[in-house]
């Protein structure tokens, strides 16, 4: 019996899709079964980050409303063994899903599948509620700024009153060198302020726009920085322990520069 | 001196923007979190009258308890209407 997990945040735009795609790529590289869902009804992208949009036949509302079978319309991914997507419907609207009908296509998919990855779309109304009903535990994604941490927290209350606990964070955008220079939030200031643990940090990293251009995840890319992040989150998620991200390193000469002169700070 | 160069850089820690993001952003949290959970008040505005009548008694009904936020600060009011004050007879409750 596998595990639902929903990738959520609030405010639009700070990561969920990318963070699902990548999450659900370095698991399935890590040779678990895994199921992508995109619930972003209206405003489907999953299937763009994952390079699958020409391959959709059926979606998401097509199964739940008994168009097709679930097996009919889960696209197995052209990379990876292990990994499925079901896509979002792109023509129907939001409330031609109940929770009701994703509690039993969650319990569904966790029957095949190691872990199954929500990508729930931005918003508390329906599509938050729909994506969440099933999910056993919570990915909540946030960004450096005030208005993503803000909603993060607004989230972080609403997993918990429907009683998703062991709901993790995921700082995404971080840039090391803002940091330094006092002009971006840091982690600590974000877990100061939200009642939840972290489970990993994403540097900003253009290869992220790479590989959306081309449709491959960046976990797939071993020099992306954002991609290592990712497949170290997916090692935590199956309950390894990996060391955060030194985000001081590879930026130029400033830690060579550091370091020589001896004024490397212990961070 | 210091101080002067390090403005200069744009260094002055307390105006940095990632200080001033803190702050609002803390600010920002305590009356979000207010807003969504008035049962909190609530749970809040009980319990102060079961801490207050060990020593005095008040008029329930008249009790108001709200956060006001001034400039960069947020400050917890209670307007507590006292009826009478108890006599205390015994040493005062402490809490352990
Ligand atoms: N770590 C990152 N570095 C650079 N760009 C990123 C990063 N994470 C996300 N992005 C970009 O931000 C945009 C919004 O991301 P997306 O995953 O679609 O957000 P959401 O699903 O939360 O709306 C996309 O254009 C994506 O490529
Ligand atoms: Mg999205």
Redesign the interface.
């Known amino acids: 019996m596998g595990e639902v997990v929903v990738v959520t945040s609030g405010k639009g735009g700070v990561g969920k899709t990318t963070a699902t795609a990548n999450i659900g790529t370095a698991l399935a590289a890590l040779g678990k079964r895994v199921a992508l869902v995109d619930t972003d009804i209206g405003l489907r992208k999953l299937d763009l980050v994952l390079g699958l949009e020409n391959r959709i036949v059926f979606h998401l509302i097509d199964v739940t409303s008994g168009n097709c079978q679930l097996k009919q319309a889960l696209i197995r991914d052209k990379r990876l063994d292990g990994l499925y997507f079901l896509p979002a419907a792109q023509t129907r609207d939001k409330t031609a899903v109940t929770p009701e009908q994703m509690r039993e296509l969650s319990a569904q998919l966790k029957q095949d599948f190691d872990y199954v990855l929500i990508d729930c779309p931005a918003g508390i109304e329906q599509g938050f509620k729909n994506a969440v009903a099933g999910a056993d535990r919570a990915l909540v994604v946030t960004n450096p700024?005030?208005s993503a941490?803000?909603d993060a927290?607004?989230i972080i209350?609403l997993l918990e009153a429907s009683e998703i606990t062991n709901s993790r964070l995921i700082v995404n955008r971080i840039r090391p060198n803002m940091?330094k220079?006092?002009?971006?939030?840091?982690v600590e200031?974000i877990l100061d302020?939200l009642r939840i643990d972290l489970i990993g940090v994403v540097p900003e990293d253009e290869k992220i726009l790479i590989s959306t251009n081309r449709g491959e995840p960046a976990v797939l890319d071993s020099s992306s920085r954002a991609g290592q992040a990712f497949r170290n989150i997916a090692r935590r998620i199956l309950g390894e322990e990996v060391p955060f991200l030194n985000l001081e390193a590879n930026e130029g000469w400033r830690p060579w520069f550091r370091r020589i002169f001896g004024l490397s700070n212990a961070r | 001196m210091l101080e002067f160069l390090m403005r200069f850089l744009?260094?002055d820690?307390a105006s940095?923007?990632?200080?001033i993001?803190?702050e609002?952003?803390?600010l920002?949290?305590v009356h979000?979190?207010v807003n969504?959970?008035p049962e909190v008040l609530e749970s809040l505005k009980e319990e102060l009258i079961q801490v207050i009548s060990h020593y005095m008694e008040i008029d329930e009904d008249a009790l108001e308890v709200s956060l006001n936020q001034a400039d960069n600060s947020v400050a917890l009011m209670a307007n507590i209407p006292v009826l009478r004050v108890k006599r205390l007879t015994r040493e005062p409750v402490t809490p352990r």
Do not use: F, H, T
Request: net charge positive; proline share 3%; aromatic share 0%.
């Open positions: 700024e005030i941490v803000r927290d607004r209350g940091v220079r006092g002009n971006m939030l840091d200031d302020n | 744009g260094r820690p940095s923007s990632k200080n993001a803190r609002r952003l803390r920002v949290l979000d979190r969504v959970s």
